[in-house]
């Protein structure tokens, strides 16, 4: 039996996700923004009965099961934390909250309630093209992973002069592409690989200055250009940088070498190489053709795809709701569901890992040297004290890879 669907938040991901919800049967109860008026004017456009600008109003309501959680990063832990008290199955965007301290909260809140959801929308690994990608390099046909390397330039679909100032020009809000679009790199390359850093070092810089039409006391503070290195698992050296500076493009570049071949996606198109015939097999595209009818318009409420959503994630996201439906639909109640289902599907604990690599990247900006990777969790005895699990297993990593 299908939940019913509580959304927080408007943006370009939840337009996509209300009309595939609503296309897959989901009945969506009501809606929340920050603003009333923009509550009311999508609550209208998608047919969405109860439109609210309060967090608690929504989620008192007994007929929510599931929220979808699209609003800024700085509501994330108010709603994420309230709606698992509530009892409703929450899907949250990352990053989980603006602190490590709100990540850490959220994550033993969601301790407290082991049988209700928590999933993140990591959409690149629910890809079509990324799926094969992940067979592909477990069934070992380019042999063990050697290197990584990822570039993405993209940007704004709206040219500088009409840029709005909202809480994504603003750095301390988690606005720019260190904690929205590099963490979703971070999850894929995971995903992909099976392995996960243990130690980073990168330069975050803000190269684009305030536009000129923002007020005395307006100013774009967040980052537009992030390149770093990690060293994952098995001490597999990884290279990557996102250039949030080209406004309307999104353009992905991924290459894992292998010691029999590598594979490589540009330009959407996923190839593999094998040694040492180094003749490349085109095995398909990342969307695989999908219908782009399944995406919404880009004048639809006047929001159009950004560097926080690109085409790719949102498409992800869209399949992610099939999975839903099929999970809950092999359940007899309307809040159960089957975990075999969603075994695919990002965590709160996958969120918080690609939250931890963010915030090393940036520590190591300003530190000017490599940093470790930690994740600071709650211990479930102790709430109030909190762990820092150090990924890093230097001596285990360099003897593994000098053995192999």
């Not at 629910?126 to 094969?132: I, L, V, Y």
């Not at 894992?256 to 398909?284: A, N, T």
Request: with cysteine.
């Amino acid at each position: 039996m299908l939940p019913k669907v509580g959304i927080f938040g408007s943006s370009t991901l939840a337009a996509a996700i209300i009309r595939e919800l609503q296309r897959l049967s989901f009945e969506l109860v009501g809606l929340w923004d920050q603003h009333m008026k923009t509550a009311v004017a999508w609550c209208q456009h998608f047919q969405i009965p109860f439109p609210t600008d309060s967090v608690e109003v929504l989620l008192q309501n007994q007929e929510v099961d599931l929220v979808f959680i699209f609003a800024p990063a700085y509501f994330h832990k108010e709603i994420a934390t309230k709606a698992l008290a509530a009892g409703k199955h929450v899907i949250c965007e990352p990053p989980l909250g603006i602190t490590c301290a709100d990540n850490a909260a959220i994550m033993q809140q969601a301790l407290y309630y082991p049988t209700l959801l928590t999933i993140s929308t990591f959409g690149l690994r629910h890809t079509p093209g990324f799926s094969k990608l992940r067979s592909i390099l477990e069934s070992g046909q380019i042999g063990a992973v050697q290197s990584v390397e990822v570039t993405v330039n993209c940007g704004p679909s709206a040219p500088v002069g009409q840029l709005p100032y909202d809480w994504t020009c603003i750095g301390r809000l988690l606005g720019g592409p260190l904690f929205t679009l590099v963490c979703h790199i971070v999850d894929l390359i995971t995903f992909l690989s099976g392995k996960r850093a243990y130690s980073v070092c990168g330069t975050v810089r803000r190269f684009q200055r305030s536009p000129a039409h923002f007020q005395y006391d307006q100013h774009m503070t967040r980052e537009d250009f992030v390149s770093w290195q990690m060293l994952l698992e098995g001490n597999i050296p990884c290279t990557c940088l996102v250039n949030s500076n080209q406004p309307g493009s999104f353009n992905f570049r991924l290459t894992i070498s292998g010691r029999e071949g590598l594979v490589m996606v540009d330009d959407g198109v996923i190839h593999v190489q094998k040694s040492p015939e180094f003749c490349r097999e085109r095995i398909g595209t990342v969307l695989d053709d999908r219908d782009p009818a399944v995406l919404p318009d880009k004048s639809e409420l006047a929001v159009g795809f950004d560097y926080r959503h690109p085409e790719w994630v949102v498409s992800g996201v869209v399949d992610l709701c099939s999975m839903l439906k099929t999970a809950f639909q092999q359940a007899a109640e309307r809040r159960c569901f089957s975990p075999d289902e969603l075994q695919a599907a990002g965590g709160f604990v996958d969120c918080q890992y690609a939250r931890s690599v963010c915030d090393a990247i940036r520590s190591s900006h300003e530190n000017r040297r490599w940093m470790e990777v930690s994740i600071p969790l709650r211990n479930n005895n102790t709430a109030s004290t909190a762990q820092t699990v150090l990924l890093s297993l230097k001596r285990f990593h360099i003897a593994n890879s000098a053995s192999t």
